[in-house]
């Protein structure tokens, strides 16, 4: 069947799906009906891998086509995880330091710029800091 839509052709072929009427029927508003089953159901393949608590499963009975199996993600040394938990700890020190200095500038009423000055001029982390506003209390021994 050719269709038109939007000025673009195409073809349509509708599944053709092959029922039995079944036994169970009756009238309903003066009108005949009757339950249809399908004589085979239909499979559908599933278009992508399915996965559930990162399991990955399937129907029985059914391939996905063309998948490819995942690539192996390359293990992270002792040194490059130490390396990013360091720099996350020291940047969020660097926030809540920041955040203390512009209340405290913000208390005392002093100007907005005096709020930006220590960090955008030095860029470091005052060295007593860490030792007396750390979030770990019980950790530092």
Do not use: C
């Not at 003066?30 to 339950?35: G, L």
């Amino acid at each position: 069947m050719k269709l038109t839509y939007r000025g673009v052709s195409y073809e349509y072929n509708p599944i053709v799906v092959e029922t039995t009427t079944g036994e169970v029927g009756g009238k309903y508003r003066s009108r005949d009906w009757r339950f249809r089953n399908l004589k085979k159901p239909p499979i559908l393949v599933p278009r992508a891998n399915l996965t559930y608590r990162g399991v990955t499963y399937n129907k029985p009975d059914t391939a996905i086509p063309g998948t490819a199996a995942p690539e192996a993600t390359p293990a992270v040394s002792m040194a490059d995880k130490a390396r990013t938990l360091m720099a996350d700890r020291t940047q969020a020190v660097k926030k809540r330091q920041q955040s203390l200095l512009s209340r405290a500038v913000e208390e005392i009423g002093a100007t907005d710029e005096v709020s930006k000055h220590w960090t955008h001029i030095q860029g470091q982390i005052q060295p007593t800091f860490r030792d007396n506003y750390n979030r770990f209390g019980g950790a530092v021994s």
